[in-house]
C-alpha cells in the first residue's frame, strides 16, 4: 500500500520540476544600443557578472566581454553594443520581466566615477 502512494506522489513532483520556466531565444535582428552607466561586478565566486547600471536597467556583459571591460570597473562607461533579452518567467508561468545582455561591444568613452 505504501508504494502506491508513493508513485503518485513521485510522478507529481516529477511532472512539476519542468515549469520552472524557460528562457527565450535571441531575437534574429540584434538591435544596436549605445548604454551610459557605471561599470560594476557583481555577485561572488564562479557567478559574478559584469554589469553597466543605468537608472532604467541593468544590461548584463557577455562572458567573452567581460576581458574587455574589467579594467574599467566603477567608472562611467559609453559603449556600443548589440543587445538581446530573455523574457524571465515564474514558476507558475507569470512573467518575471526580462534580463537584457551586450554583446560584440566597442567603447566609445569612460570616465572615473565620482564615488
Same mark, same amino acid.
Given at each position: 500500500?505504501?508504494?502506491?502512494?508513493?508513485?503518485?506522489?513521485?510522478?507529481?513532483?516529477?511532472?512539476?520540476?519542468?515549469?520552472?520556466?524557460?528562457?527565450?531565444?535571441?531575437?534574429?535582428?540584434?538591435?544596436?544600443?549605445?548604454?551610459?552607466?557605471?561599470?560594476?561586478?557583481?555577485?561572488?565566486?564562479? $557567478?559574478? !557578472?559584469?554589469?553597466?547600471? @543605468?537608472?532604467?536597467?541593468?544590461?548584463?556583459?557577455?562572458?567573452?566581454?567581460?576581458? /574587455?571591460? #574589467?579594467?574599467?570597473?566603477?567608472?562611467?562607461?559609453?559603449?556600443?553594443? $548589440?543587445? !538581446?533579452?530573455?523574457?524571465? @518567467?515564474?514558476?507558475?508561468?507569470?512573467?518575471?520581466?526580462?534580463?537584457?545582455?551586450? /554583446?560584440? #561591444?566597442?567603447?566609445?568613452?569612460?570616465?572615473?566615477?565620482?564615488?
Amino acid at each position: 500500500m505504501k508504494t502506491i502512494l508513493i508513485l503518485p506522489m513521485f510522478m507529481f513532483i516529477a511532472a512539476n520540476a519542468f515549469s520552472f520556466g524557460e528562457k527565450e531565444k535571441e531575437p534574429e535582428k540584434p538591435v544596436s544600443v549605445e548604454v551610459s552607466g557605471k561599470l560594476r561586478l557583481v555577485g561572488s565566486g564562479f $557567478n559574478n !557578472y559584469l554589469v553597466i547600471d @543605468t537608472e532604467t536597467r541593468q544590461w548584463y556583459i557577455e562572458s567573452e566581454e567581460k576581458d /574587455k571591460l #574589467i579594467p574599467f570597473q566603477h567608472q562611467i562607461v559609453t559603449v556600443k553594443a $548589440n543587445e !538581446y533579452y530573455f523574457d524571465l @518567467t515564474y514558476a507558475n508561468g507569470r512573467p518575471a520581466g526580462r534580463k537584457y545582455f551586450l /554583446k560584440n #561591444i566597442v567603447i566609445i568613452s569612460t570616465v572615473p566615477s565620482e564615488n
